[in-house]
């Protein structure tokens, strides 16, 4: 490593150290407190890592998915039980390895934020080999401060940065295991094993290979829980089936319809959505193949994710995570990234300023609404434009462990 490529290093790990601690200083006045509902929305505080473990009884160090299921009661209320959590079994295992340690909910958040910031660290790092300077849009991207412990993101940022890397490098094989790996945390990256089969087959290499790492690193993450316990391997999928897009979605599908549509409905027309979706991107991506003769993998995968994104039942705040890296790899103008950055603010502050109205005797929504409004469409109008700008924008890859990857790129 030169000394530049030292010093760059420093300056992200530096800044990405700062706004970790920041988010750690955010989240920590929540734990501990008799009236956290109303703290955690005044104080900007609310963070699912302390409310789950009292939620999904982390607590009590049940190992999760063998134990737990989900329970439908008579009134058509239902519960995850036994520590089993809303998300695939990776994240799971992760949430209840710091429980065993600690009784408090200010004791997991701190364990957890231990365990969690090396991840931050390691997908800088390994962004700044990527792309170099541009890395700083990850490093001083405010949401590590929002959602770098509101969430357990950090983890699937870190595996889908990880499988980019290992492709850039072209190691295929072991791109193909990572996506399974963040698929198995979050879900979302299994949607990018599609063009990563396209890229390899445009190129005539391991499509068979990387396939079969990404089915095998599924078997082997899965089956153990699959074989066990069909139920409790099950449950976190029946969960978010049943979930309706509600107050607490922050979707367009709650904000845009005087009443949301139905859940049996949304799960019907969500999956079309994202199909055709997909069908779009990878047919633009494979077009574009046929156009300049490299397929626009990370592009492509772009487009998926704010398709995702924007077509989900629940938008939770710390999705922006999941966006951080798309902004360094691929080569867009500074302004989509402060324009993103602005509106996540707004709709940061503005939720929890609103539900903190909500709570109160005598609620002034005022300008916390207001901000949260323009935070949920200025957000979706935003990821629809960024569809779009993904699929005609070229990548910003430095051409180490691949030829160069595009003709001198053109900002979008």
Known sequence: MNVA???????????????????????????????YNAKRDKDLCSNDIQVLFWNRHLDQHQFPYLHGKLVTHQDGSYDLTGGT??????????????ALFVDTDSGYLALT?????????????????MVRWRALLYALAPPLIWYSFHNWDLLVVCATTAAFYYWWRERFVLAGALLAVGGWLKFWPLLFVVPLALDLLHRRRNVAG?????????????????????????????????????????????????????????????????????????????LRARREGVFP???????????????????????????????????????????????????YVGLFRWYYALSTDAPDYGRPYQALVLGVWGRAALLVLLFVVFLRSQAAFMPTGRAVQEREPASS
């Open 85 to 98: 959590l809303e998300y695939p079994v990776l994240t799971g295992l992760f949430a209840w390895f710091p």
């Open 5 to 35: 490529a030292r010093r760059l290093l420093a300056v992200l790990l530096v800044a990405v150290g700062v706004f970790t601690v920041c988010g750690y200083l955010l989240k920590a006045p929540c734990g501990g407190v008799d009236n």
């Open 297 to 347: 993998f990370v592009q492509v995968c772009g487009a998926i994710l704010v398709l995702f994104m924007v077509t989900n039942k629940a938008h939770s705040p710390q999705y922006a995570l999941w966006l951080l890296p798309f902004f360094c790899l691929v080569r867009l103008r500074w302004g989509w990234w402060a324009a993103y950055m602005t509106i996540d603010l707004l709709m």
């Open 210 to 286: 990387a396939l079969g790492a990404f089915v095998w690193t599924s078997v082997i993450v899965n089956g153990y829980f699959i074989i066990v316990s069909p139920d409790g391997w099950w449950a976190p999928y029946a969960f978010q089936q049943k979930r309706a897009a509600d107050i607490t979605a922050n979707s367009v599908w709650y904000w845009g319809f005087t009443k949301p549509p139905s859940v049996d409905t949304l799960n019907s027309v969500i999956p079309v959505l994202l199909l055709a979706g997909m069908a779009i991107a990878c047919g633009v991506g494979w």
């Open 113 to 129: 934020a231990l365990l969690l910031a090396p991840f931050s660290f390691l997908t800088v790092w390994m962004l700044s080999r």
